[in-house]
């Protein structure tokens, strides 16, 4: 038993003067209220009560002891009360990252809509496709773009990113278009780093419901969606890229869809963080706003722009 137990225990029986109504208002047995005191008493190697047949006293040692236990079930109380009170409070920081392709412009609107409705409560943004973003202990709250998760974190799921394979139409005129995802063997293709990389390779036809995995000739990997980008428009190789990041440079005719007809696992959206106990009201606040706005469709997921442009400059070179 712990010791902040006893001294509750030990209190309970020296203001009843008595282990019966002790153990009745404790709604604990009376051999284990008993049981309590005398392991309390040798580890302090004192004689905190007097029994006899008729009732319980306090020794003087006894009497000093029961003091200075109130004492610390009296700061115990009020450091519960204290931390009850914050947690349930919608005020403080969060510290809360993000991919940076996902796009600071993207994302501030929707922070600013939380902030408005909770004025006491500061965000503190971080932009980065780090994976370890959670592992300094520094971050409240993580929007993770991925395939899996690390086991240690708790996810909630709010969307998914449809993915394709593209190529440019360079790439493709000098090694041809692969029909089927086994030609891809032939091919260079640029590919995810992280963990799952290797599942968004994965492809289903959604008529003959095949399934296939081919063997890669990884000519680039990387663990950032726009250095992907960026070496599938330079003509480095296939790459599988979000649709809604490469649809754009499909218009512009500097990409071309490869293997439109099969499907790639489209990797999920996450809202992830540490701990599901003691989480403060204002994290569990936030992710409940952001949740909303992904459930009503209005939200972009990732952007292309200046990130993409200096890593294609950087491969150049």
Same mark, same amino acid.
């Given at each position: 038993?712990?010791?902040?137990?006893?001294?509750?225990?030990?209190?309970?029986?020296?203001?009843r003067?008595?282990?019966?109504?002790?153990?009745?208002?404790?709604?604990l047995?009376?051999?284990?209220?008993?049981?309590?005191?005398?392991?309390?008493?040798?580890?302090?190697?004192?004689?905190?009560?007097?029994?006899?047949? *008729?009732?319980?006293?306090?020794?003087?040692?006894?009497?000093?002891?029961?003091? *200075?236990?109130?004492?610390?079930?009296?700061?115990?109380?009020?450091?519960?009360?204290?931390?009850?009170?914050?947690?349930?409070?919608?005020?403080?920081?969060?510290?809360?990252?993000?991919?940076?392709?996902f796009?600071?412009?993207?994302?501030?609107?929707?922070?600013?809509?939380?902030?408005?409705?909770?004025?006491?409560?500061?965000?503190?943004?971080?932009?980065?496709?780090?994976?370890?973003?959670m592992?300094?202990?520094?971050?409240?709250?993580?929007?993770?773009?991925?395939?899996?998760?690390?086991?240690?974190?708790?996810?909630r799921r709010?969307?998914?990113?449809?993915?394709?394979?593209?190529?440019?139409?360079?790439?493709?005129?000098?090694?041809?278009?692969?029909?089927?995802?086994?030609?891809?063997?032939?091919?260079?293709?640029?590919?995810?780093?992280?963990?799952?990389?290797? *599942?968004?390779?994965q492809?289903?036809?959604?008529?003959?419901?095949?399934?296939?995995?081919?063997?890669?000739?990884?000519?680039?990997?990387?663990?950032?969606?726009?250095?992907?980008?960026?070496?599938?428009?330079?003509?480095?190789g296939?790459?599988?890229?979000?649709?809604?990041?490469?649809?754009?440079?499909?218009?512009?005719?500097?990409?071309?869809?490869?293997?439109?007809?099969?499907?790639?696992?489209?990797?999920?959206?996450?809202?992830?963080?540490r701990? *599901?106990?003691?989480?403060?009201?204002?994290?569990?606040?936030?992710?409940?706003?952001?949740?909303?706005?992904?459930?009503?469709?209005?939200?972009?997921?990732?952007?292309?722009?200046?990130?993409?442009?200096?890593?294609?400059?950087?491969?150049?070179?």
């Open positions: 038993m712990d010791r902040l137990k006893a001294l509750e225990i030990f209190a309970a029986v020296a203001e003067n008595s282990f019966t109504r002790a153990a009745a208002s404790l709604d047995s009376t051999p284990v209220v008993t049981r309590a005191v005398q392991e309390l008493e040798q580890s302090l190697g004192l004689r905190l009560l007097q029994r006899s047949t *008729r009732r319980v006293s306090l020794t003087r040692e006894g009497e000093a002891a029961l003091a *200075r236990a109130r004492g610390v079930i009296g700061a115990y109380a009020a450091l519960m009360h204290s931390s009850r009170q914050h947690g349930a409070e919608m005020a403080g920081d969060i510290r809360f990252s993000a991919p940076a392709s796009g600071a412009a993207r994302l501030a609107p929707l922070l600013a809509g939380f902030m408005a409705q909770h004025p006491r409560v500061r965000i503190d943004l971080v932009m980065g496709d780090c994976a370890d973003a592992e300094d202990g520094g971050v409240d709250l993580a929007l993770r773009i991925a395939q899996v998760l690390p086991d240690d974190l708790v996810a709010i969307g998914e990113v449809p993915m394709g394979v593209y190529a440019a139409p360079g790439y493709l005129r000098t090694r041809g278009l692969p029909r089927h995802p086994d030609e891809l063997a032939g091919h260079d293709c640029v590919v995810h780093s992280g963990p799952g990389g290797g *599942r968004a390779w492809f289903s036809h959604p008529v003959t419901q095949e399934r296939t995995q081919p063997v890669l000739r990884q000519a680039l990997r990387a663990n950032h969606v726009e250095a992907l980008m960026a070496a599938a428009l330079l003509g480095q296939l790459a599988v890229l979000p649709r809604v990041l490469a649809d754009p440079a499909v218009a512009r005719g500097e990409l071309q869809p490869v293997l439109a007809a099969w499907n790639c696992p489209a990797p999920g959206i996450f809202l992830a963080y701990e *599901r106990q003691h989480q403060p009201l204002r994290v569990r606040k936030l992710i409940d706003h952001l949740a909303e706005a992904f459930d009503s469709g209005d939200v972009p997921l990732l952007q292309a722009g200046a990130a993409v442009q200096r890593t294609q400059a950087a491969l150049l070179h």
